[in-house]
């Protein structure tokens, strides 16, 4: 089988398609899990139609659980393989900090909400489906009365986590717009 040489590797212009996927699956899943939750809270509880947004809510939130973790784990994985690693964006130094503690908070802001979102559903003691199509179990029994703190949470860090991504999203396009470099393109499929 022909060895892959990372000394003679063509440096990557733009990330690998999969770190695409699942970078702007999780932006529209983000957007998506956030306007639900706003567009439901103008519907009269206990109608259908705010029934049907909040399963797709919660369906959706489990996908993106599962994208989440593959993220990661090809983020980690492929660190290591000279084929996938990026090489630095053209920034200053300083520059460079900032963004990485944004992906960073980014990333960690990601897991925390997808975790309350699992104990705030757990809490509420109601039924837990993917799409009508299986049931998920109670891993971690939690306590009724933490239905409220869940709440509060999870909403906290939705509105976290939309602030920081809009300010990312801002940086991305200021980028490209007025500095005029490839960091956004590095994130866009080849046109
Ligand atoms: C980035 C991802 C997510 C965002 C931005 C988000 C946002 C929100 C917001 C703003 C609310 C309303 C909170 C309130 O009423 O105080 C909510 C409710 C809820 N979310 Fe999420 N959420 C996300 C992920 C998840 C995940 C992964 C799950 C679990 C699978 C989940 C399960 C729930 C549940 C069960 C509710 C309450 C529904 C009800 O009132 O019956 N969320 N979410
Ligand atoms: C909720 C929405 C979003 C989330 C949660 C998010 C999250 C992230 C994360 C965690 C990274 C780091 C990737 C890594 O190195 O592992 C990243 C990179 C990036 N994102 Fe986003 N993003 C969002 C929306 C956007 C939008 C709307 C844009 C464009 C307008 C954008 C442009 C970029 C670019 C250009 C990079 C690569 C930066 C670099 O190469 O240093 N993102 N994003």
């Not at 699956?25 to 103008?42: E, G, K, L, Y």
Request: glycine share 4%.
């Amino acid at each position: 089988m022909p060895q892959f040489d990372s000394s003679i590797a063509p440096v990557r212009q733009r990330y690998d398609a999969l770190t695409l996927f699942f970078h702007w699956v999780t932006a529209a899943a983000v957007i998506f899990m956030f306007a639900s939750a706003h567009i439901w809270a103008w519907l009269e509880r206990g109608t259908p139609l705010r029934k049907e947004l909040q399963s797709l809510h919660i369906s959706c939130g489990i996908l993106l659980a599962a994208v989440i973790i593959l993220r990661l784990l090809w983020r980690i994985g492929s660190q290591w393989n000279a084929r996938y690693k990026m090489p630095k964006a053209e920034t200053s130094p300083a520059m460079r900090i900032i963004a990485h503690a944004t992906h960073g908070l980014l990333y960690l802001l990601l897991v925390t909400q997808v975790v309350l979102g699992f104990l705030f559903r757990w809490a509420q003691e109601e039924p837990f489906r993917f799409f009508g199509l299986f049931d998920i179990p109670t891993l971690a029994p939690v306590d009724i009365t933490m239905r409220h703190t869940f709440a509060t949470l999870h909403n906290g860090v939705a509105w976290a986590l939309i602030g920081l991504a809009s300010a990312h999203a801002l940086a991305a396009l200021f980028h490209h717009y007025v500095l005029r470099d490839n960091v956004l393109r590095r994130m866009l499929p080849r046109s």
